[in-house]
């Protein structure tokens, strides 16, 4: 399994997250079997992502980048988690680990 993780720092939001590509996302991603990460630091992906995403059966990853004060913090991850209701079945989780 692959993960795809948050934008280019040259790219705003709305460069990237236009419906058409958040479907072409989606698409790609349900067809390898990737995770998408949900980013603390980034706060990336928004809301309307992970629903859709949720919906087509992706599961998600919680992360922090590691060059910041903020490594660790995961209280964006859990907000968005909330407000689209993920759960447990949700999650990538390593085989090892189930």
């Known amino acids: 399994m692959d993960l795809h993780v948050h934008r280019s720092k040259d790219l705003t939001i709305d460069d990237l997250w236009t419906r058409k590509r958040l479907d072409c996302i989606i698409d790609a991603a349900c067809s390898k079997g990737v995770a998408i990460e949900i980013n603390g630091t980034a706060h990336v992906p928004h809301e309307e992502f992970v629903r859709i995403a949720k919906r087509a059966g992706l599961k998600f990853t919680f992360a922090s980048d590691s060059r910041t004060r903020t490594v660790g913090r995961l209280d964006c991850c ?21």
């Open 78 to 98: 859990k907000y968005i988690a909330r407000r689209c209701n993920l759960t447990e079945r949700d999650f990538f989780i390593l085989e090892k680990y189930r």
